[in-house]
C-alpha cells in the first residue's frame, strides 16, 4: 500500500554534497518507519540510515555518522538524506524502504517496501 520513489543521485566528485529524496504515496506512509540502504557492485545490500515515524529517533551506519542526515517530512509524504563529503567508497545504489509501524527499524526483513533506487557515483 506504500511506493516509493528515489531522487538526488549522480556524479560527484569526492567532497561533495548529495541530498536523496524519497517521495512516497499511500495511506499508510505517514506514519511508518523509512530506512535508506545502499548496495556498491559486488556488494551485500547494508542499511545507511533509518528514522521512525515521529523522526525523534534515528540511525547511522558508522561509515556515514557524522557526514549524512536522515530526516522527514511527513507533510510531504518525503524522506531526505543528506550526504556530505562524499567518497569513492560511497558509490553504490542508494534505496528507501518503508516498513508498517512507527518504530525505528534496523534490519532489511523489517521493511516492507521498496524503491527502485537511485545511482551516486562518486569520483577521486
Known amino acids: 500500500q506504500v511506493q516509493l520513489v528515489e531522487s538526488g543521485g549522480g556524479l560527484v566528485q569526492a567532497g561533495g554534497s548529495l541530498r536523496l529524496s524519497c517521495a512516497a504515496s499511500?495511506?499508510?506512509?505517514?506514519?511508518?518507519?523509512v530506512g535508506w540502504f545502499r548496495q556498491a557492485p559486488g556488494k551485500e545490500r547494508e542499511i545507511v540510515a533509518a528514522?521512525?515515524?515521529?523522526?525523534?529517533?534515528?540511525y547511522y551506519a558508522d561509515s556515514v555518522k557524522g557526514r549524512f542526515t536522515i530526516s522527514r517530512d511527513n507533510a510531504k509524504n518525503t524522506v531526505y538524506l543528506q550526504m556530505n563529503s562524499l567518497k569513492p567508497e560511497d558509490t553504490a545504489v542508494y534505496y528507501c524502504?518503508?516498513?508498517?509501524?512507527?518504530?525505528?527499524?534496523?534490519?532489511?526483513?523489517?521493511?516492507?517496501?521498496w524503491g527502485q533506487g537511485t545511482q551516486v557515483t562518486v569520483s577521486s
Open positions: 499511500g495511506r499508510t506512509f505517514s506514519f511508518a518507519a
Open positions: 528514522i521512525s515515524r515521529s523522526g525523534v529517533d534515528t
Open positions: 524502504a518503508a516498513g508498517r509501524t512507527g518504530r525505528l527499524l534496523v534490519a532489511t526483513n523489517d521493511y516492507n517496501y
